[in-house]
């Protein structure tokens, strides 16, 4: 499997998204839990049927693509990835509080940490991003190799992972989160996402909290063909001084709009109201 996931970086992304368009579509007809769940969650969110349709597409390419993004060389893929609010990234940083990267389900999400790490990191210090392994060792020991380029920084899912978030937000870099993930149990609050309760993350909230650093939203737009990816940076005023649940409340509404600007972008197949994992953040590091 590593070496077929090798070989597909070499290939046009156009190609891989092509190849994805095809897997979403198999995933969706062959699966009736998968099938069940997406359709749920678009009707819920009022998604019309052809943005929904693209959506199955989406999803697909999202697989398709991770050999490019991931293995490419950044000289190759720089060229196709653009910014739009870059200037809001870089004055977060430039003030040395620190910055939490939000970057939801939508588009390429994995695009963002890896072209920050390549523009950004030179100057501000390594992204740092929690990891939790997979349950597939030839794709964990994948995950390992990414997320350990240069200018990225991997922190674990344990306290002593969270120290070393926090560590780096009072260094003023630049951490990456997951806002609609559904967090371990004691780890989140339940909060409504599209009118029904969702178990929300809080940690986000706490470091901001904590250390001051600015929350700012960035999300990879596919574009069509091939032709690459925008990545969009944008403010995200949420209200910190009041409590979890309000502040959770508030950050599920902002992504609900960021979601319905591009529907068909985002992850519906994601179980995003399932019972939080019982495990909690473990004191190894």
Request: with cysteine.
């Amino acid at each position: 499997m590593t070496l077929l996931f090798r070989l597909s970086a070499h290939l046009p992304l156009w190609f891989l998204h092509l190849l994805g368009t095809a897997l979403g579509w198999l995933v969706y007809l062959s699966s009736p839990t998968y099938r069940q769940r997406f359709n749920e969650n678009t009707a819920r969110a009022g998604v019309s049927a052809s943005e929904a349709n693209r959506a199955i597409s989406e999803a697909g390419k999202l697989v398709t693509e991770l050999p490019w993004i991931w293995l490419r060389p950044a000289s190759q893929k720089l060229p196709k990835i653009r910014w739009e609010g870059a200037d809001l990234l870089e004055s977060a940083l430039a003030s040395g509080k620190g910055l939490i990267f939000m970057t939801p389900h939508v588009g390429c999400f994995e695009a963002v940490p890896q072209i920050q790490a390549v523009q950004f990191s030179p100057r501000y210090g390594d992204l740092t991003v929690m990891y939790r392994p997979s349950k597939a060792a030839w794709f964990d020991a994948l995950l390992r190799e990414v997320r350990s380029i240069p200018g990225l920084a991997r922190a674990p899912t344990t306290t002593g992972g969270v120290r070393q978030i926090v560590k780096a937000l009072r260094q003023g870099k630049a951490v990456g989160m997951l806002p609609d993930q559904v967090p371990p149990e004691g780890m989140g609050v339940w909060a409504p996402f599209f009118g029904q309760p969702a178990y929300t993350m809080t940690l986000a909230l706490r470091l901001a909290r904590q250390t001051g650093a600015t929350m700012l939203v960035a999300l990879g737009e596919r574009l069509p063909w091939g032709r690459g990816y925008v990545v969009h940076v944008e403010a995200l005023d949420l209200p910190l001084d009041q409590s979890d649940g309000v502040a959770a409340a508030a950050l599920n509404a902002a992504m609900e709009q960021l979601i319905l600007k591009r529907p068909s972008m985002y992850l519906w197949s994601y179980a995003r109201y399932k019972q939080p994992r019982k495990e909690a953040l473990t004191e190894s590091s």
